[in-house]
């Protein structure tokens, strides 16, 4: 089970709480391989995972070009988003959150990041964390679990991606309305 983060790793974002989760599921499923495409220096988050039991056999830690993230999130299982969530963030839509939905991913992100916990509740499309311990990560990780289950899943993660993200068929429209 591939579990992927895309991004920096810096500032607003959670390099421990995502190493913690990526941690976490790692003792529930020893199957559990972690996918890291960042172009920020990968020392710390790979002290992190390493500290969560992870060798080199069992993540990757890349910068990649652009146009080849889409071939690392068709390769993965999961995606995570995890943001501090601060009075600015009440505002924010993650880019990388209608990216991993546009791969047929679910999402496990962190509640108060704009619209997200509406979005992913309403939809289905992932799981909310409220609080960053193993508890919450376990019960995300069976959510989505749950999920996956479903018939179609991944092609309503991207029915979704498009339907609320898409510039071309959403923005042109309702800003032609405007």
């Not at 020893?30 to 172009?39: G, N, P, R, Y």
């Not at 990649?64 to 690392?72: Q, R, S, T």
């Not at 993965?76 to 047929?104: H, M, N, W």
Request: net charge neutral.
């Amino acid at each position: 089970r591939v579990i992927v983060y895309v991004g920096t790793l810096e500032g607003s974002y959670m390099p421990k709480e995502t190493a913690d989760f990526l941690g976490t599921a790692k003792k529930s499923d020893a199957s559990v391989f972690a996918l890291v495409l960042t172009h920020n220096n990968p020392r710390r988050i790979k002290e992190l995972l390493k500290e969560q039991g992870f060798s080199e056999n069992d993540c990757l830690i890349q910068k990649v070009l652009p146009a080849e993230i889409p071939l690392y999130l068709a390769a993965s299982d999961i995606a995570v988003s995890f943001i501090r969530a601060t009075y600015s963030k009440q505002a924010t839509s993650p880019t990388k959150f209608a990216e991993y939905l546009a791969c047929g991913l679910p999402v496990v992100s962190n509640a108060g990041i704009g619209d997200l916990d509406g979005i992913i509740e309403k939809e289905k499309i992932g799981a909310i964390l409220k609080d960053f311990n193993e508890e919450a990560y376990l019960k995300a990780l069976q959510e989505i679990e749950s999920l996956k289950m479903t018939k179609g899943f991944s092609e309503h993660c991207r029915r979704t991606a498009k339907r609320l993200f898409d510039l071309e068929v959403l923005g042109g429209k309702k800003y032609s309305h405007i």
